[in-house]
């Protein structure tokens, strides 16, 4: 397993950005992949983005695509999560996780949270109207 510590939460207003990090501490080798899940009070945990540690391929849920871009620098084994044109229902905490299994194409299958094996604590990002 690996450690995952999340960054970059805040409160801001609508229409603003943030980028969210993920900096994992153990080995991220073969078929390594992050995710990016959020939770919103009284909701249930939602996936968000996933990439590929190796192939860089990525997955994002419908949603989101177009707003929230996933990117990683291997070098720094850190993810990120760039939001922009925050709403007030991206209100949410934000957790990374990881996984083995993320090659070159991902599919939408794969992304429950239950197929996560390690998750980080959580960033809360807060979106005012």
């Known amino acids: 397993q690996v450690q995952l510590v999340e960054s970059g939460g805040g409160f801001v207003q609508a229409g603003a950005s943030l980028r969210l990090s993920c900096v994992v501490s153990g080995r991220t080798i073969g078929t390594f992949g992050m995710g990016w899940f959020r939770q919103a009070p009284g909701k249930e945990r939602e996936f968000v983005a996933a990439i590929s540690w190796s192939s860089g391929s990525t997955y994002y849920a419908d949603s989101l695509k177009g707003r929230f871009t996933i990117s990683r620098d291997n070098a720094k084994n850190t993810g990120y999560l760039q939001m922009n044109g925050l709403k007030p229902e991206d209100t949410a905490v934000y957790y990374c996780?990881?996984?083995w299994g993320l090659g070159t194409y991902l599919a939408g299958w794969q992304m429950a949270a239950s197929n996560f094996d390690s998750w980080g604590q959580g960033t809360q990002v807060t979106v005012s109207s």
């Open positions: 996780a990881a996984r």
